[in-house]
């Protein structure tokens, strides 16, 4: 709001004739901090200020310090307690445990913090895996348990449990809606609630106050060892938490709802449908992208889907914006680990967008688009990640460094990883990504140091006689450090009407100046005021934004009070028009019938 509400104030002074001086915080300085060494096998991302981790076969969670947040000592306490349990079965049901079968049990994985809850999941490994879910507080104290059961993520209020028994059909299991009191809302039998990311991986979520269901024909021809998991013969829909139908069983896959919108699955293909129902665009796509948790599919508007073994995007309305031409390597999985580093190799990998921009990789090399498809990095990037803020991380040879959405180095600065991974919503919220170094892993963060406090200058009012076309025009211009400088709409005012003439506006689109050479100048009243004082002022830079004929350009700007003042010779040279000096007579000459001269 902040931003948009700046965005505001820049286009009323500028239609008044006063140019803002663009923020502090939006000239920032990125840089990345090391927040953990390299020194774990494995880790999830950070979520709600923590992340777990791996060394060996030892968890535990850390915070964005590195500290220990939840140590190991409490995640073995979960294998114990797990053991225990499986004892005090066996002694009920009068079996025997083997040595090797309770030596076997360790954890199975961790899952990331949502809404102040995680799971993790022990396991014994054996023939038949007693698999324990235990969701955990930040303190890692328990809350609840479910032996027997597969538990997920809690996403707005409520998770799922997947309760099956060793030995057992498949149609034996059981799914359970659970609240965070650890609570069976209800129980579905048959059923899947489920949400799949374009990686494969099972993530129930609870979004818009929908579940997306999937009724399974267990009993129907498959074949295991061939056929896709999503390929089974089944029936789909979406329930409320009360498990009460809102939208009927009538699709062959359903995912969750995102900005009012799923993508459902009909005759083999998926298409996008609303609150009733009813497809909004047409089921004609092979697949579709999504975030992992938040399910988001229409990143920054688009979605990224696949047509005819291609991958392209479209806006909400179905229409094509970027043409179905990126290839994209069906085996990559990203399993919610840093394991998934490895596997980012395949070539012409299209992504998600971010903050405008989305990493494409092609011949081996990542550049980066923007949503008009425009190729805006060129692909010459070993490694790339998502535009945080404005600043993007990319990587040759293992060195590393920032760059802007333009391409330019912030700084100098560089920095030495294996490879990089990050999560789309954890990146998006936090800033954090892993790095591997030596085949381990380690946290660091893109955060913004503060811009160096600009150097105020004086300015002294210019004293020259300034002839334009041969006649005397009196400005309001400063001389700063042997340079003159003028307000842009007096350089446009009295260059209109001549072959060097041009318009001053404002480019809502980029929140800029917008220049429009050969075209009239539009006066907005103020042109050529003079100031009454005649002292000397200061002067702070200013670093405006400026598009001419589309194009960003650069200016040396100062700020003087309240307005904004651009060296002469650099708005003089970008429009070709000859700048003269008499130092016998002090005057500055522009002639628009003859070219820049340096």
Request: proline share 3%.
């Amino acid at each position: 709001m902040k931003r948009k509400i700046l965005s505001v104030i820049l286009v009323l002074a500028f239609c008044a004739g006063v140019f803002v001086p663009v923020q502090a915080a939006d000239t920032a300085i990125p840089t990345i901090e090391i927040l953990t060494d390299a020194i774990y096998d494995d880790t999830g991302y950070f979520s709600e200020g923590l992340a777990w981790v791996r060394t060996g076969d030892d968890y535990q969670y850390i915070d964005e310090s590195g500290n220990v947040a939840i140590g190991k000592d409490k995640i073995k306490a979960l294998i114990d307690k797990a053991i225990q349990n499986e004892k005090d079965l066996a002694v009920e049901y009068d079996y025997q445990l083997s040595d090797i079968e309770l030596q076997s049990f360790g954890v199975d994985s961790c899952g990331d913090f949502y809404e102040g809850i995680a799971y993790v999941r022990i396991t014994n490994n054996y023939d038949y895996p007693v698999l324990t879910t235990f969701y955990i507080n930040k303190n890692g104290n328990v809350l609840f348990e479910f032996r027997y059961g597969i538990g997920y993520n809690f996403v707005n209020g409520f998770a799922v449990v997947f309760r099956f028994f060793p030995g057992f059909s498949p149609s034996a299991a059981m799914f359970y809606i659970i609240d965070k009191s650890g609570n069976k809302i209800f129980d579905y039998n048959y059923t899947e609630i489920m949400s799949r990311s374009e990686i494969g991986t099972i993530y129930p979520q609870f979004h818009e106050n929908l579940f997306a269901v999937e009724q399974i024909d267990y009993d129907a021809p498959w074949d295991y060892n061939n056929a896709p998991w999503e390929d089974r013969p089944s029936i789909a829909g979406y329930i409320n938490e009360k498990g009460d139908f809102v939208i009927p069983m009538t699709f062959e896959a359903t995912r969750p709802f995102n900005q009012g919108l799923a993508f459902a699955k009909q005759n083999g293909k998926w298409g996008f449908i609303d609150k009733s129902g009813k497809f909004v665009i047409q089921p004609e796509y092979d697949d579709v992208m999504t975030h992992d948790i938040s399910c988001t599919v229409f990143d920054d508007g688009l979605a990224l889907v696949k047509k005819d073994g291609k991958w392209g995007y479209i806006d909400k309305t179905g229409n094509i914006v970027i043409p179905f031409i990126y290839d994209y390597d069906d085996d990559y999985h990203d399993d919610g680990t840093v394991s998934a580093i490895a596997n980012r190799d395949e070539n012409n990998r299209p992504s998600l967008f971010s903050n405008g921009l989305a990493e494409i990789k092609q011949n081996g090399k990542w550049g980066y688009i923007n949503k008009a498809g425009n190729l805006v990095i060129p692909f010459i990037y070993d490694d790339a990640n998502l535009n945080y803020d404005g600043a993007l991380l990319v990587g040759n040879d293992g060195v590393y460094k920032l760059i802007d959405e333009k391409g330019n180095d912030f700084s100098s600065e560089t920095w030495d990883f294996d490879a990089t991974a990050s999560s789309v919503d954890s990146f998006n919220a936090t800033g954090i990504f892993t790095y591997s170094r030596n085949g381990t892993y380690g946290f660091a963060k893109i955060s913004f140091a503060a811009a160096p406090e600009p150097v105020a200058l004086t300015a002294t009012p210019t004293a020259a006689t300034v002839l334009v076309n041969g006649d005397e025009v009196a400005f309001d211009a400063y001389n700063i450090e042997g340079s003159n400088y003028f307000k842009l709409r007096d350089l446009a005012f009295v260059l209109s009407d001549t072959q060097k003439q041009f318009e001053v506006g404002w480019d809502e689109a980029n929140n800029a100046i917008s220049l429009t050479s050969g075209k009239p100048y539009t006066t907005s009243g103020g042109e050529l005021a003079i100031s009454e004082s005649k002292a000397s002022k200061t002067a702070t830079p200013t670093s405006s934004k400026i598009y001419l004929d589309g194009k960003e350009v650069e200016f040396t700007a100062y700020n003087i009070d309240g307005n904004n003042y651009f060296k002469l010779r650099d708005v003089m040279q970008t429009f070709d028009v000859y700048v003269g000096w008499d130092g016998a007579t002090s005057t500055i000459t522009l002639d628009t019938s003859m070219g820049y001269v340096q």
